[in-house]
């Protein structure tokens, strides 16, 4: 089974709106990071938070942890098109000293003008 | 800073045939992976070099999968004989820890 597990599996509002999506994991990590997937292209980035950071902000983008709940969010704010795309968190555990990126099932975000 | 580099960017092949990927990381990165990503899923690791070791290769099948990392730079994955459940995106990221991956544009490989 994946180490984490994104909710909701898609998601559809309207530019301007903003958007949250949340992935749970099961095992302690040392970060959680977001990337983004656009449609038939490689995945980009976006934020990495340590294990013992509680919030991060880039941007439009703010991203919180609660490792008591091992839990992560990503809220997009002010939504746009260009937001339309795949979100995945993916985690590296406490125990891999190699970083190994573990990915959830992502959630699909759709942006309507 | 050039991103990482994959090629060919789609590729169709028969069951049973072999099929190679290429991958050229970003300078200076010692970490290369190669991820699987089949539609609708999040990608899977199959390889972890660090420089020129392989790292992780628990969920590579070995019976099909090979990838090796020439002098710690680039890297080719290969499959032989392909299936059809092997139809699906090809990644290739690397990175500098403590920082993110830098992925590739993938390879859509579709076996028929």
């Excluded at chain 1, 449609?39 to 294990?51: A, D, E, N, P, W």
């Excluded at chain 2, 392989?54 to 002098?71: C, G, I, N, T, Y």
Aim: glycine share 8%; with cysteine; aromatic share 8%.
């Amino acid at each position: 089974s994946q180490q984490g597990e994104e909710d909701p599996q898609a998601l559809s509002i309207q530019e301007g709106e903003n958007a949250t999506m949340n992935c749970s994991y099961k095992t302690s990590i040392n970060n959680l990071q977001w990337y983004r997937q656009n449609s038939g292209r490689g995945l980009v980035h976006l934020i990495l938070i340590r294990s013992n950071e509680r919030e991060k902000h880039s941007g439009r983008l703010r991203v919180t942890l609660d490792t008591s709940k091992k839990s992560s969010s990503l809220l997009i704010t002010a939504s746009r098109a260009a937001d339309t795309a795949s979100y995945f968190c993916a985690t590296v555990l406490a125990t891999d000293s190699w970083g190994k990126l573990q990915f959830g099932a992502g959630t699909q975000v759709v942006v309507t003008p | 800073e050039a991103g990482v580099a994959q090629s060919p960017r789609y590729k169709i092949i028969e069951k049973r045939q072999s099929v190679a990927f290429w991958c050229n990381p970003i300078s200076g990165h010692a970490t290369l992976y190669w991820y699987q990503q089949i539609l609708g899923q999040g990608p899977k690791l199959l390889i972890q070099f660090q420089n020129n070791g392989v790292v992780d290769d628990s969920q590579l099948p070995k019976d099909r999968f090979s990838a090796e990392r020439l002098k710690g730079v680039d890297s080719t994955l290969k499959i032989q004989p392909a299936k059809l459940e092997d139809s699906a995106v090809y990644l290739c990221a690397s990175s500098r820890a403590p920082y993110g991956y830098t992925f590739g544009s993938g390879t859509r490989l579709t076996v028929v």
